[in-house]
């Protein structure tokens, strides 16, 4: 069965041309601002034509011909993250609370969690699963940078430990992996990668996964169903799938004039690139009947053993939550803030933590020098404190330096070094 074809199960054969023809248009390209780096203002001072998320606060819409978003130091700083303007409407209908306890079970590369993380305002715990470990790496990445305190980042295959988190968290993330159709304009490939084979395939695991989430979800919870696919098999046939096997229920999502709204499931929204701005998603907010009790915070320190050759030690601090269960502090990848790390008698603060923390005490860079600490070089400066001090550039943070003298000893992290041009980064 060829592409057209299959969506006749939803589609009539107008709204399939439509929507056909509409990948050969321009992508849209969004982000979302870090308001705990940079204000709205600040941001519309620096890049005027950005238009205003419709529906999402703090989404902004930009145009990728006239601003290089992604080479950016302010990108390099935390203050936006990069994100489909479609995919942003998972995290906001979700709308995470302060104290909540969050799964994202597929988190990669980490749009949606760093948005439900920034919502919780830095208070409960959010647990942002990849079950590749590099994918998983590219999370911990992203969060250093936007210097998120309430995230852990893990690497497990749920369905072996499901059992262990029955009714544990009060919002889930599923954005299931998917035959990818509503990439086909952002990435040519996808199109000629396509079979609806794929798409069955995809539709059996998806149904699996969605069963697991649902039942890790307290009563009362909120569990957000998504897919970049527009296939009826990936979307509203694993919603019924789960409606069919569990006691769920849909939440109707606000009427918006881009949605499209298949006739059996009215609840749930299609997000067509000829309708809406965006790449397209599917998205269903789901309840776990119920009465959802949110405890208080309760935040710990804890030490890991990092590397230990011979007589060095490696040992990282983390600041974490208490309610952790235990194979999560055991096994993640990273269990909560990372504050530092020593090495024999010298405890050094994280780069994690110095994107954490606001400039106000750190050593104030100008433009030429905040490119050349990214590109990891050494700087000097005169009548500095010594030891070790964050950096930063317009109140935001860069790195960690090592002052001695008049030398600052750069210790931006190697595999994260990088060279920057001022006309594509101020």
Not at 4 to 28: A, G, P, R
Not at 85 to 95: D, F, I, K, R, T
Not at 362 to 386: C, D, H, M, R, Y
């Amino acid at each position: 069965m060829d592409f057209k074809e299959h969506l006749k199960k939803y589609l009539n054969d107008s709204q399939i041309e439509e929507l056909v023809s509409s990948f050969d248009n321009k992508e849209h390209k969004g982000f979302y601002l870090n308001i705990n780096k940079m204000s709205k203002d600040a941001l519309l001072k620096l890049y005027p034509n950005i238009k205003e998320h419709p529906i999402v606060e703090n989404g902004f819409l930009y145009d990728q011909d006239e601003y290089k978003l992604g080479k950016s130091i302010y990108h390099e700083l935390g203050a936006f993250y990069i994100q489909d303007p479609s995919a942003m409407l998972v995290s906001h209908y979700l709308n995470p609370r302060k104290y909540e306890k969050i799964l994202d079970l597929c988190a990669a590369p980490g749009g949606k969690s760093v948005m439900a993380s920034l919502l919780m305002k830095d208070t409960g715990l959010l647990l942002s699963n990849d079950l590749s470990k590099s994918r998983a790496n590219v999370l911990l990445q992203n969060f250093e940078r936007m210097g998120l305190g309430n995230v852990v980042v893990t690497s497990f295959d749920f369905s072996k430990i499901k059992d262990e988190f029955f009714e544990s968290f009060d919002g889930i993330i599923l954005d299931a992996p998917c035959s990818g159709s509503g990439m086909f304009r952002k990435q040519e490939e996808m199109r000629a990668d396509w079979t609806y084979e794929k798409v069955l395939k995809n539709a059996a695991i998806q149904k699996e996964l969605i069963l697991m989430a649902f039942d890790m979800l307290k009563e009362g919870g909120t569990l957000m169903y998504s897919t970049c696919s527009y296939s009826y098999e990936e979307d509203e046939e694993v919603i019924e799938y789960l409606l069919s096997k569990r006691a769920a229920k849909l939440e109707y999502i606000e009427d918006f004039d881009g949605y499209f709204r298949s006739p059996k499931y009215k609840e749930t929204i299609h997000l067509f690139p000829n309708k809406f701005v965006g790449e397209g998603h599917y998205i269903a907010k789901i309840i776990k009947p119920g009465k959802l009790a949110v405890s208080n915070d309760e935040k710990i320190t804890i030490s890991r053993v990092i590397n230990s050759k011979g007589n060095s030690r490696q040992i990282s601090t983390y600041l974490m939550n208490k309610k952790m269960p235990k194979i999560v502090t055991d096994y993640a990848l990273r269990p909560g803030l990372e504050l530092s790390t020593k090495i024999a008698d010298k405890e050094v603060p994280s780069h994690h933590y110095s994107h954490y923390q606001n400039g106000t005490n750190s050593i104030e860079l100008n433009k030429e020098e905040a490119i050349k600490f990214i590109k990891g070089e050494p700087l000097t400066k005169n009548n500095l404190v010594q030891g070790y001090r964050f950096v930063s550039y317009l109140g935001m943070n860069i790195g960690v330096a090592h002052v001695v003298g008049t030398a600052l000893k750069n210790l931006y992290p190697k595999g994260l070094r990088k060279s920057l041009k001022i006309d594509e980064s101020f």
